[in-house]
């Protein structure tokens, strides 16, 4: 069993920066690939970047590209998301998520879930 958990959220301006980060416990997720999602209040939640196993390889929603950036540290267990050039729409619930086998962007397919943390963005 992997538990999940998220801080880093907050209030922030628009064009400020928040990084988030996704601690894992109960056994490694070295193994796994993680992405982040996010859900904004009466919105189907939505992918917002993923990262392969060893970090070699990383996968963004378009609305994101070159605002935020997926990282991780295997040794600490840790993936975090930078997020740069905020803007109010960026405003969710971010959750990260370990995926074993599937694909990055389809949140069903993703094994276990963080309980998320509130980002706000004012303009």
């Known amino acids: 069993q992997v538990q999940l958990v998220e801080s880093g959220g907050g209030l922030v301006q628009a064009g400020g920066s928040l990084r988030l980060s996704c601690a894992a416990s109960g056994r490694t997720v070295s193994s796994y690939a993680m992405g982040w999602f996010r859900q904004a209040p009466g919105k189907e939640r939505e992918f917002v970047a993923a990262?392969?196993?060893?970090?070699?390889?990383?996968y963004y929603a378009d609305f994101v590209k070159g605002r935020f950036t997926i990282s991780r540290d295997n040794a600490k267990n840790t993936v975090y998301l930078q997020m740069n050039n905020l803007k109010p729409e960026d405003t969710a619930v971010y959750y990260c998520?370990?995926?074993?086998?599937?694909?990055?962007?389809?949140?069903?397919?993703?094994?276990?879930w963080g309980q998320g943390t509130q980002v706000t963005v004012s303009s």
């Open positions: 998520a370990a995926l074993l086998n599937g694909s990055y962007d389809n949140g069903d397919e993703y094994n276990y």
């Open positions: 990262i392969n196993w060893s970090g070699g390889d990383t």
